[in-house]
C-alpha cells in the first residue's frame, strides 16, 4: 500500500536533513505513480513541523495551523504545523 498522508516530526531535524528527507519523499512519489494505473500518485498532504524549502519548490507554499502538541499543552498555545497539499 502506499502512503496517503506523512506526518515529519521535523523539529529537531537540521536544515540538511529536512531538504534529504524532502527530496526521498519526491523522488518515492514520482516512481510510485509512474507504477500506478491511473498515473496518479496516492500521496495527497505532507504535515511537518518546519518549513522545506524542496517541498514548497514542488507543492507550493504550505498552509499553516496552529495544533496542540504534547510540549505546547500547558501553554495552550500549540505548534505550527505545514501543511503541503500534493493532491490540487
Given at each position: ?9 521535523s ?34 498532504c ?26 505546547t ?14 493532491k490540487?
Open positions: 500500500r502506499e502512503a496517503t498522508h506523512i506526518y515529519i516530526s523539529l529537531c531535524f537540521t536544515r540538511e536533513m529536512m531538504e534529504r528527507l524532502a527530496n526521498k519523499i519526491i523522488q518515492n512519489t514520482k516512481k510510485k505513480s509512474s507504477n500506478n494505473t491511473s498515473n496518479q500518485p496516492s500521496l495527497e505532507i504535515a511537518t513541523l518546519q518549513v522545506s524549502n524542496t517541498l514548497e519548490e514542488k507543492f507550493g507554499r504550505p498552509r499553516m495551523e496552529w495544533i496542540e502538541m504534547s510540549w499543552k500547558a501553554r495552550g498555545q500549540g505548534c505550527p504545523v505545514y501543511f503541503y497539499d500534493v490540487k
